[in-house]
């Protein structure tokens, strides 16, 4: 059974970068059929989504976010993760990493997530 | 901006039909398929329902999707208490992002 699990600090100060990793478990991450992605949901707000990698490095990012994040993958670990720069408060909110079925873009979504980590963006 | 519009909240009683609408432009619903996420409180979205009205293995068939223009519904039949989530639509936009709905609260009464 395929399980995803978010890591990484909890807590980060205003205009550091935020680093979580999402390790896979009970798949590979090198799979043809997937791309990885990462979504979050600041507190009493909607889900946004944040973008989405593939095995060999192939990215979506969400325009309103491209110039602060990376996502990178690594197969070794079985891990991919996120890298989002100059935090402010508005970036608190629960990350989720999840799996993206490997579909023309017209067909996209999420069908495996991870159970999500709080982040709080604080001095 | 390319979001989705969903009824902030809904509710019915057990055994009763429900419906949630989620409204969209050409840029998403109009042309891409939609997908449907349930979500208890303090846990991760659950996909429900994608391209437009398929069920993932596991989701009661009282589940169901439906898609006209640029708006699609989500069905719930047979409400049980269980049911009682937040509901959330979501669809690839033209800008080049997955763009979801406000969501919507279930009460069962």
């Known amino acids: 059974q395929l399980q995803l699990q978010e890591s990484g600090p909890g807590l980060v100060k205003p205009s550091e970068t935020l680093s979580l990793t999402c390790t896979v478990s009970?798949?590979?991450?090198?799979?043809?059929?997937?791309?990885w992605g990462w979504i979050r949901q600041p507190p009493g707000k909607r889900l946004e989504w944040i973008g989405s990698?593939?095995?060999?490095?192939?990215?979506y990012y969400n325009p309103s976010l491209k110039s602060r994040v990376t996502l990178s993958v690594d197969t070794s670990k079985n891990q991919f993760s996120l890298n989002l720069t100059s935090v402010t408060a508005a970036d608190t909110a629960v990350y989720y990493c999840?799996?993206?079925?490997?579909?023309?873009?017209?067909?996209?979504?999420?069908?495996?997530w991870g159970k999500g980590t709080t982040v709080t963006v604080s001095s | 901006q390319s979001v989705l519009t969903q009824p902030p909240s809904t509710s019915g009683t057990p055994g009763q039909r429900v419906t949630i609408s989620c409204s969209g432009s050409?840029?998403?619903?109009?042309?891409?398929?939609v997908n449907w996420y349930q979500q208890f409180p303090a846990t991760a979205p659950k996909l429900l329902i994608y391209?437009?009205?398929q069920r993932p293995s596991g989701v009661p068939d009282r589940f169901s999707g439906s898609k006209s223009g640029t708006s699609a519904s989500l069905a719930i039949s047979g409400l049980q208490s269980e049911d009682e989530a937040d509901y959330y639509c979501?669809?690839?936009?033209?800008?080049?992002?997955?763009?979801f709905g406000g969501g919507t609260r279930l009460t069962v009464l």
């Open positions: 391209r437009n009205n």
């Open positions: 979501a669809s690839w936009d033209d800008s080049l992002k997955e763009v």
């Open positions: 990698i593939y095995y060999s490095g192939s990215t």
């Open positions: 050409s840029s998403n619903i109009g042309s891409k398929s």
């Open positions: 999840a799996r993206v079925p490997l579909e023309l873009l017209s067909h996209y979504y999420m069908d495996v």
């Open positions: 009970g798949g590979s991450i090198s799979s043809s059929s997937f791309y």
